[in-house]
């Protein structure tokens, strides 16, 4: 910036409540330059955008968990103060969740988040929220006399069932298998005593055929000795 010994003012864009380390040299025209003055200097801050999207993200007995995202334009450094219904809970950091303690089952809270930065705040939008705890993750169901008596009868009576169901097919197979196998026996002796009596027949009609070949071979000689004996007598009737 050439000056000529008048005062120079230079805008820079700069964003708001950054801190900047400004130096300013002096040259002459025959380049030479003079010791830099340096100063420390904090840009103005706007306020910030509000916070945005809250969200419950997790659900216990009596606390939740708070989420949420941090403004678009934060115009600084931030932290943030939550608020649901009477209480107050200033978080001093720029962390963009949040453990919410001490809240009491059915009761409807409206939850703000607000963004702080050093020139002011902004609040989010209202999200209103009924706490329901998930009863069967935190609290255990009270035993009573009938639900015991209940249960120890389950415990009992199903193991006999099991037992006597098991008998009762294990019986039913081995009836099955002994018809099966008396079944194989029968046709088994069955088929023996036609095999015995097919070989009896076989045996005696063997024996009937035999004695009659032999019958006719021992009659057919003599027929013929006595067919000869004939014929020679009447040969010799026939010469005398």
Same mark, same amino acid.
């Given at each position: 910036?050439?000056?000529?010994?008048?005062?120079?003012?230079?805008?820079?864009?700069?964003?708001?409540?950054?801190?900047?380390?400004?130096?300013?040299?002096?040259?002459?025209?025959?380049?030479?330059?003079?010791?830099?003055?340096?100063?420390?200097?904090?840009?103005?801050?706007?306020?910030?955008?509000?916070?945005?999207?809250?969200?419950?993200?997790?659900?216990?007995?009596?606390?939740?968990?708070?989420?949420?995202?941090?403004?678009?334009?934060?115009? #600084?450094?931030?932290?943030?103060?939550?608020?649901? #219904?009477?209480?107050?809970?200033?978080?001093?950091?720029?962390?963009?969740?949040?453990?919410?303690?001490?809240?009491?089952?059915?009761?409807?809270?409206?939850?703000?988040?607000?963004?702080?930065?050093?020139?002011?705040?902004?609040?989010?939008?209202?999200?209103?929220?009924?706490?329901? !705890?998930?009863?069967?993750?935190?609290?255990? !169901?009270?035993?009573?006399?009938?639900?015991?008596?209940?249960?120890?009868?389950?415990?009992?009576?199903?193991?006999?069932?099991?037992?006597?169901?098991?008998?009762?097919? #294990?019986?039913?197979?081995?009836?099955?298998?002994?018809?099966?196998?008396?079944?194989?026996?029968?046709?088994?002796?069955?088929?023996?005593?036609?095999?015995?009596?097919?070989?009896?027949?076989?045996?005696?009609?063997?024996?009937?055929?035999?004695?009659?070949?032999?019958?006719?071979?021992?009659?057919?000689?003599?027929?013929?000795?006595?067919?000869?004996?004939?014929?020679?007598?009447?040969?010799?009737?026939?010469?005398?």
């Amino acid at each position: 910036v050439s000056s000529y010994g008048r005062q120079v003012s230079r805008s820079l864009p700069v964003v708001p409540g950054g801190l900047y380390r400004v130096k300013v040299w002096s040259i002459n025209g025959q380049q030479i330059s003079s010791k830099p003055k340096e100063a420390t200097y904090r840009a103005k801050s706007s306020v910030p955008t509000k916070p945005r999207h809250l969200t419950i993200t997790r659900v216990c007995k009596d606390d939740v968990e708070l989420n949420w995202i941090p403004p678009r334009e934060p115009n #600084g450094e931030l932290h943030y103060i939550i608020r649901y #219904g009477s209480n107050t809970t200033n978080t001093t950091s720029n962390l963009t969740y949040y453990n919410l303690t001490g809240l009491v089952n059915g009761t409807t809270y409206n939850i703000t988040v607000m963004a702080v930065n050093s020139a002011g705040s902004n609040t989010s939008d209202v999200m209103e929220y009924t706490h329901k !705890p998930r009863i069967h993750n935190t609290i255990a !169901p009270t035993p009573t006399t009938t639900s015991t008596n209940g249960d120890l009868t389950v415990i009992i009576v199903a193991p006999i069932l099991l037992l006597l169901l098991i008998i009762i097919i #294990g019986v039913s197979i081995t009836f099955i298998c002994a018809c099966i196998i008396h079944k194989r026996k029968s046709k088994e002796k069955q088929l023996n005593m036609q095999q015995q009596e097919e070989g009896q027949w076989r045996t005696e009609y063997n024996y009937y055929t035999d004695n009659e070949t032999e019958e006719t071979t021992a009659n057919q000689p003599q027929t013929l000795v006595e067919e000869n004996n004939y014929h020679d007598i009447d040969d010799d009737d026939v010469m005398r």
